[in-house]
């Protein structure tokens, strides 16, 4: 009877021993997967430290794009007196064409509405000024188209500059 007694406490203490070497094991795994979630989220605050400048950046350079490419600031910039009315022509989409593509890697860092909104302005600006200077065609003096160009509204570029406004309040 003692012999059973024995094996049956041996038994239980081994049962014990497997047990608790089951519970250790599960919480050595959840301690490392806590572990690795932990350094995941610190790369992820750490990338943040690092992307966040970048995409305020990104917006800034947008919103100064669209600045700079309205019509009354585009023509104060590119037009001269005494101005050949092609070279105007050319240098107002010029500008803001290469105005854009000195922008175009900063798409990386903005929401797609922002993006599609940025380049609809452009489209829409360069399809304004091309229709501009063909209904004045027959115009030749350039003041007066320079005088056209600047009273035009354009509601892509100010639809432009409210979703770059919004994205960026969302990104806050």
């Known amino acids: 009877m003692n012999s059973l007694i024995v094996y049956a406490l ?4 081994l049962l014990l021993m497997v047990a608790a070497m089951i519970l250790l094991s599960r919480l050595i795994r959840m301690k490392d997967a806590e572990l690795r979630n932990g350094k995941k989220m610190e790369l992820k605050v750490q990338a943040l430290k690092i992307i966040m400048p970048l995409k305020v950046q990104a917006y800034e350079r947008f919103l100064l794009y669209l600045e700079r490419v309205q019509l009354p600031q585009l023509v104060k910039r590119v037009y001269t007196p005494g101005m050949e009315k092609g070279t105007f022509h050319l240098q107002m989409i010029q500008n803001v064409r290469e105005e854009f593509e000195h922008n175009l890697a900063q798409q990386l860092y903005v929401a797609n509405t922002t993006w599609n909104a940025v380049v609809n302005a452009k489209e829409e600006l360069v399809n304004q000024i091309n229709e501009t200077f063909e209904q ?5 003096d350039v003041s007066i188209i320079a005088q056209s160009l600047v ?3 354009n509601p892509a570029v100010d639809k432009a500059v409210t979703v770059l406004k919004r994205d960026f309040e969302r990104l806050l």
Not at 136 to 140: C, G, S, T, V
């Open 10 to 13: 041996m038994g239980a203490g």
């Open 136 to 140: 004045l065609k027959d115009e030749e």
């Open 151 to 153: 009273a035009i509204p």
